[in-house]
Nanobody, 124 residues
């Protein structure tokens, strides 16, 4: 059974940094595009960042461009999201997701597998 497990969330002050990780199991990780999404209370799940199966292609939401960096290690079957200069509006549950079909999908419906999420709270 495919599993995606996020870790690294927590409470941080505005301007600080966090690094999220997503560990995958029971899938051929190196052929899946991976993505990070987030969902704040009362809001729809939104795309944050995505990375192609090889790691050569990345895409970011405008709201995080220049502050967040997505990366992956296919040998370790992990993906990371380095989040710097965090803002209060970054507060959300962050989810990792995997997709086999698209190069760097940006819509939730394009993804096949999802993790359970990790809470990120940015205080002011």
């Amino acid at each position: 059974q495919v599993q995606l497990v996020e870790s690294g969330g927590g409470l941080v002050q505005a301007g600080g940094s966090l690094r999220l990780s997503c560990a995958a199991s029971e899938l051929t990780f190196s052929i899946y595009a991976m993505g990070w999404f987030r969902q704040a209370p009362g809001k729809e799940r939104e795309f944050v960042a995505g990375i192609s199966y090889s790691g050569r292609d990345t895409t970011y939401a405008d709201s995080v461009l220049g502050r967040f960096t997505i990366s992956r290690d296919n040998a370790k079957m992990t993906m990371s999201l380095q989040m710097d200069s965090l803002k209060a509006e970054d507060t959300a549950v962050y989810y990792c997701a995997a997709d086999r079909t698209y190069l760097v999908p940006t819509r939730p419906t394009q993804y096949d597998y999802w993790g359970q999420g990790t809470q990120v709270t940015v205080s002011t």
